[in-house]
């Protein structure tokens, strides 16, 4: 019996937000190479995000080693993205105003913690 070889598209699929999500889920192009780029095999993946296909995750896998170029660029362009609205998030007085709060709420209910274990 003779195998039939056929082309597979790639379960990669840009959001709204120009976020590129593995097949029909949420899961993010950048957690799954992050994943893989830290050890984690096809089937480590698949048991840390249940929701993807452990074919689709090797299919990923297999266009981000043959396109690493366009890979690396996407994933360099969203780094910047993020470090941009971090740096935009954080200048915001608002945000400012909320961290100092949420500080001040730490560091008392660590020096509470010291307390109750004097």
């Not at 096809?42 to 080693?65: F, G, K, R």
């Not at 690493?68 to 780094?79: S, W």
Request: proline share 3%.
């Amino acid at each position: 019996m003779a195998l039939t070889v056929s082309a597979q598209a790639v379960p990669l699929r840009t959001d709204d937000g120009g976020v590129m999500r593995v097949g029909n889920t949420r899961v993010s192009l950048d957690s799954l190479v992050t994943a893989y780029q830290q050890g984690a095999t096809a089937e480590q993946i698949c048991e840390d995000y249940p929701m993807l296909d452990l074919a689709d995750v090797h299919i990923v896998i297999s266009y981000c080693l043959r396109h690493t170029e366009e890979v690396d660029e996407y994933l360099a362009t969203r780094r910047q993205e993020a470090t941009e609205l971090r740096s935009k998030i954080e200048a915001d007085p608002k945000t400012q105003i909320i961290r100092r709060r949420l500080l001040e709420q730490r560091a008392r209910r660590t020096e509470g913690d010291a307390a109750s274990d004097s």
